[in-house]
């Protein structure tokens, strides 16, 4: 059975929860993850990527924990939403912003391009600051957003499937499902840049993966919730 379930923002490995799985009370317990990327699953629809997260939902155990964010929280919400799943704790990062419409998507992807670095080293100067390039433990995980192709590292998500994973959800408000949701859940704890109609931890646009800026803070409420 899983203790912690892990749903990762899209394009991000699982390591992108490795600051918050410093801790050892992760040891004691089993972790398993969903991830969104180019191999992640044999198809990018709705019906592969949530029948995924929902069986993976039905093999937590009776105190299990779903830590979601960003559009991992967006999936979450819809699989426990439709199939009234109850769960003992929910814990949701960001990402309960309305999806853009399909226009808009269409729109916004039509002449983007995936981008090729020469380095590990010129992808990390794009992502960080001069200050976050001192964190070791950060660099190490966005290293693992890259992949080599040839002679040149592209991410490990591209621009197309960045666009069928968001077309799953095209101008749905995620809202709506979390007031669904929380009458679902025992235990649920929301962080948002937003102002909700649910009870939640306000937090700051930069803190949107909080798990990397924050995870000291998001452990504190994880164990006390």
Known sequence: MIDYLFVSPLGWSQ??????????????GKCDFVNFLDESFSAITQEEVEASLLAKMKN??????????SYGSLV??????????????????SGLEEVSSQVDLDDMFQKVVDESYTDVSE????????????????CQILEY?????????????????????????????PNYLLEQVSQLVK???????????????????????????????????????
Not at 76 to 93: D, E, F
């Open 187 to 225: 235990q649920i704890t929301v962080f948002s840049e937003q102002t909700l109609t649910v009870s939640h931890i306000k937090i700051l646009p930069e803190d949107h993966l909080l798990m990397l800026t924050q995870p000291k803070l998001l452990y504190h409420h994880l164990i006390n919730p």
């Open 60 to 69: 937590l155990s009776s105190s299990g924990t779903v830590i979601a964010s």
């Open 15 to 28: 390591h992108v929860w490795d600051k918050l799985l410093k801790f050892p009370v992760f040891a004691k």
């Open 76 to 93: 979450t919400l819809s699989v426990l939403a439709k199939a009234k799943l109850p769960i003992a704790r929910l814990v949701l990062i």
């Open 145 to 173: 957003n890259l992949q080599k192709k040839e002679e040149s590292f592209q991410l490990i998500l591209s621009q197309y499937n960045i666009h069928a994973y968001l077309s799953i959800y095209a101008g749905l408000n």
């Open 123 to 138: 992808y990390l100067d794009v992502m960080l600051t001069g200050e976050e390039r001192k964190d070791s433990i950060l």
